[in-house]
């Protein structure tokens, strides 16, 4: 997803811009069980800043707590000790916001929004060096399972959740279709 938003930001020009996911949608508000149409999706971001995957809450755990019992225990604490040294150097506001979401329970998953353009450059802007900084101090080791050597773009998800936390930006949350095989993911 990184990849592919960073290709947006820089070579995209359409007003309005966003993610999906290989066979995942955003479910439509007002046709249940159908992906999000783009007018529907424009006359949201009419009251709304951004649309986001429907939350999701790790019962039981922060959202920290979680990604470490994911991947394997080296992968989490290099990298966990590499970003929280990023958020360190950055602004009050930004470190209680990363702070809050890795304690608290929550994410927007999937790196699935919908935004105007100018929204996501600022969103870019701040997330990319963020991501660029964790790629040159984290190395993946070979020895690292394959799930575990995607711990930057883990981070990257929840980086979504922690800008959004620290802009302020309206949220219309909604619901995820899986296309092919009816999971109800999100709901």
Known sequence: ECTALYWIWK????????LNHYRRVFESES????????????ILLRKYDFIAAKAVAFQG??????????????AFDVSWRELSRIFDQKSMDEKRAFQAVMEGSIIFPCNM????RIR???????????????IESVEIKEEWDTYSKRVIGFW?????????YYSGY??????????????????
């Open 11 to 18: 070579q995209g020009t359409a007003d309005y811009v966003g």
């Open 31 to 42: 046709n249940a069980g159908w992906p999000l149409q783009d007018i529907e999706a424009v």
């Open 61 to 74: 755990y922060s959202v920290a707590a979680m990604l470490s019992r994911e991947i394997c225990k080296e």
């Open 113 to 116: 929004f919908i935004t105007k």
């Open 120 to 134: 996501m450059n600022e969103y870019c802007e701040w997330l990319f060096p963020i991501l660029f900084q964790l």
């Open 156 to 164: 990257a998800e929840r980086m979504f959740t922690v800008w959004l």
């Open 170 to 187: 309206t949220v219309k949350q909604l619901p995820i279709l899986v296309i092919g095989d009816g999971s109800p993911y999100g709901k």
